[in-house]
């Protein structure tokens, strides 16, 4: 792909080339043929901890993290919270646990409900299979989704204690029902992690009409007095870059850093923009509110024997359940992993399995804002978790839940007993003061720029944003209300489902 000093001009401009934005590129690519620059702050994604499915964990925290930390969280012990977000082609997709559900028939079904019209699940079905490809060959996108091959056999387990309890076993998460136990479908393709970026743009590296500009960071978009973005600029190798755009500019940033954009450049609510010296220039008070975040929690379990090593970290298995037995679908997610994980601060033995309930229909709402005008200095970031008492509630009934599984016919031999958080916490506030010492992000923060057609809304259900004549969104950050499983399936088709919005739009 040619190099940003060959033009300063393109048709298109995409910022972020994580989940959505590389999709995005693709697709409106292959639609069009149109010159399109895409912006990326970090760098290359070619190092092995990236490609090997088991390594993630050593990315959080690295050079290839954004690094991000919330606020101290008053109803979660005042913890601040990582909340690691990729800094590398592919983004988050490059650093994430690699589970790939696409959610419920409901959750899309509420954003139509909710007068996005084009985002109900028959239609984001149709976007979700033309961008996935399959062994054979029935669909042909790029994306390669699948079961893990060669399961560990505690795997299986879980799913036959979860069927003792009348949890159901669900042969295909991604049919739009979510309810029950089975096999998740990861992006791992030929026992390597295959991101955004290895399955949309990297088969077409040389393609003239791409450019791919790492290492760059936008400082913020120049919007003249007709509301219309006419550049943008941002600062590569400590030099600062002037790019034009001709048609649109795309943010697909993220969660966190498109709403920081827009709040940089002037687009959020006046009387904050103004207290740090940011001049206003269009009013869209909602920028970097509905924050909405999914937990999760760990209960280990002492293993009986040695646990088999294959496809270590890599969760294979899970299941959706009702907190209660007037939920509508499933608020719960159980997923099962053969090692300790989410038990921070608990001595555990070397072997021994966690069983990992997370609340995927939270109640609790927060926000980001930034700090000052300075784009180099991090945002706010406070999800308010726990802030709802529901979300509380939901928690402690996943973690009974959890604990029903290991008493199982079929878990019970494997194990020697609980050791995180061990039988001594068995009260309601026990357990709930649990939750509060330990609980953490699923890292799937969503809804900072929320669609709809209200007043309110950042963008309409073309993505453009309210009152900026050429300026879209497309990533997590515009979801009404969060799906009710693992985001990074729902990110990447809405970034596919963009490119195709835009190209219709060019026509």
Avoid at 48 to 71: A, N
Avoid at 120 to 134: L, P, Q
Avoid at 150 to 175: K, R, T, V, W
Avoid at 377 to 398: K, N, Q
Wanted: hydrophobic letters at 35%; aromatic letters at 8%.
């Amino acid at each position: 792909m040619p190099n940003a000093a060959t033009g300063n001009e393109f048709d298109y401009v995409v910022i972020g080339a994580g989940s959505a934005g590389c999709a995005l590129v693709r697709n409106l690519s292959d639609r069009t043929g149109s010159k399109i620059l895409l912006l990326e702050a970090g760098g290359s994604d070619e190092r092995i901890e990236i490609q090997d499915p088991t390594k993630y964990f050593g990315l959080w925290g690295s050079d290839i993290d954004w690094k991000y930390e919330t606020v101290p969280q008053e109803f979660a012990n005042n913890r601040a919270l990582r909340w690691p977000r990729g800094r590398v082609l592919g983004g988050t997709s490059s650093i994430n646990g690699m589970v790939y559900l696409r959610g419920d028939r409901l959750d899309y079904d509420t954003w139509g409900y909710l007068g996005n019209y084009g985002w109900g699940f028959d239609e984001v079905f149709r976007t979700f299979t033309s961008m996935e490809g399959t062994s054979n060959g029935s669909s042909s996108g790029p994306l390669m989704p699948a079961v893990v091959v060669d399961q560990s056999p505690l795997s299986q387990i879980f799913i036959d204690a979860c069927g003792e309890l009348g949890i159901n076993y669900n042969d295909n998460f991604n049919s739009g029902k979510l309810s029950g136990a089975g096999w998740n479908e990861s992006t791992i393709y030929q026992g390597k992690r295959q991101s955004s970026y290895r399955a949309f743009l990297h088969p077409i590296i040389d393609r003239p009409t791409i450019t791919i500009e790492t290492n760059a960071i936008v400082q913020k978009l120049i919007l003249n007095s007709s509301h219309r973005i006419e550049g943008i600029t941002y600062i590569k190798d400590g030099k600062e870059h002037k790019v034009s755009i001709a048609r649109e500019l795309i943010l697909s940033a993220g969660a966190v850093d498109s709403p920081r954009l827009l709040l940089l450049s002037g687009i959020g609510a006046p009387e904050e923009l103004r207290s740090i010296g940011i001049k206003p220039v269009v009013e869209l008070p909602e920028v970097g509110r509905n924050l909405v975040d999914h937990m999760l929690i760990g209960v280990a379990f002492g293993s009986a024997s040695k646990i088999d090593g294959r496809n270590p970290f890599v969760t294979e298995s899970c299941a959706f359940v009702g907190s209660n037995p007037g939920v509508v679908g499933s608020n719960v997610q159980i997923s099962f992993v053969n090692e300790k994980n989410f038990v921070e601060g608990y001595e555990v033995p070397e072997h021994c399995f966690t069983v990992i309930p997370g609340i995927v229909r939270p109640q609790s709402r927060g926000w980001i804002k930034l700090r000052s005008s300075d784009p180099t200095v991090s945002p706010l970031i406070d999800p308010r978790y726990l802030s709802e008492t529901a979300d509380l509630d939901d928690f402690v009934s996943g973690i009974q839940i959890s604990r029903e599984i290991a008493k199982t016919k079929a878990l019970s031999p494997w194990t020697t007993g609980e050791v995180a958080p061990g039988p001594g916490c068995s009260s309601d506030k026990q357990i709930r003061d649990y939750v509060r010492s330990v609980a953490t992000t699923w890292f799937h923060p969503v809804g900072t720029c929320r669609m709809g057609i209200d007043s309110g809304a950042v963008v309409d259900p073309e993505l453009r944003v309210q009152g900026i004549a050429n300026l879209r969104i497309a990533d997590a950050s515009i979801m009404p209300t969060v799906v009710s499983c693992n985001t990074n399936a729902a990110s990447t088709m809405i970034g596919w489902k963009a490119g195709e919005l835009i190209a219709n739009s060019k026509k």
